[in-house]
């Protein structure tokens, strides 16, 4: 009985204890529903959110954790992805293809890119209606953003040495919110 004294210090009040107990068929459900919900948030980030792959070989798997098989091998880095859920140190994602699967957060970076999206799209000189196309833009070209800079259209770019706007339709990478 003395090893167990520093255990028994600390004392559930018998009303509550005898309340849990009686109740528990009720409880345990609740505690299997909202439980994960508590443990699963890694960071206070909010999700869903935009990142982007930190290099040129990443790995998406099928769940969050080595054990689970490969599901796709990620080859461009910058490339945006969205981030759906966290899991400790995973994170769900989806590709600007709708490719979904789990990647460890060391291997993403929390950098801003946009993804062109289509063919015919352009560079801009500034952010008004009436702004000169400085550049056509390819499909896929990535773009570095100040995305708490955008407009309610546009957004700020840089590729290569240039600087301008693109049109937020254009552009993969961004939440309706931004």
């Known amino acids: 009985m003395t090893k167990y004294k520093c255990l028994m210090k600390k004392k559930i009040p018998t009303p509550l204890l005898f309340t849990l107990i009686i109740n528990f068929k009720k409880i345990f459900p609740l505690l299997v529903v909202f439980a994960p919900t508590f443990l699963e948030a890694a960071t206070s980030l909010p999700v869903p959110r935009f990142a982007t792959l930190r290099s040129n070989n990443i790995i998406m798997r099928v769940g969050p954790g080595?054990?689970?098989p490969i599901k796709w091998k990620l080859h461009r880095k910058g490339l945006p992805i969205k981030i759906l859920a966290e899991y400790d140190t995973w994170r769900q994602v989806i590709c600007h293809d709708g490719s979904k699967g789990w990647i460890h957060q060391s291997l993403l970076s929390g950098k801003r890119n946009l993804l062109v999206v289509g063919d015919g799209k352009f560079l801009?000189?500034?952010s008004n209606r009436?702004?000169?196309v400085k550049a056509k833009l390819s499909d896929q070209l990535l773009l570095?953003?100040?995305v708490k800079k955008c407009t309610s259209d546009r957004c700020p770019v840089t590729i290569q040495d240039q600087w301008g706007w693109v049109n937020k339709k254009d552009v993969w990478g961004l939440l309706k919110s931004e």
């Open 130 to 132: 009436s702004a000169m």
């Open 124 to 126: 801009l000189s500034s």
């Open 66 to 68: 080595r054990e689970y």
């Open 144 to 146: 570095a953003t100040k």
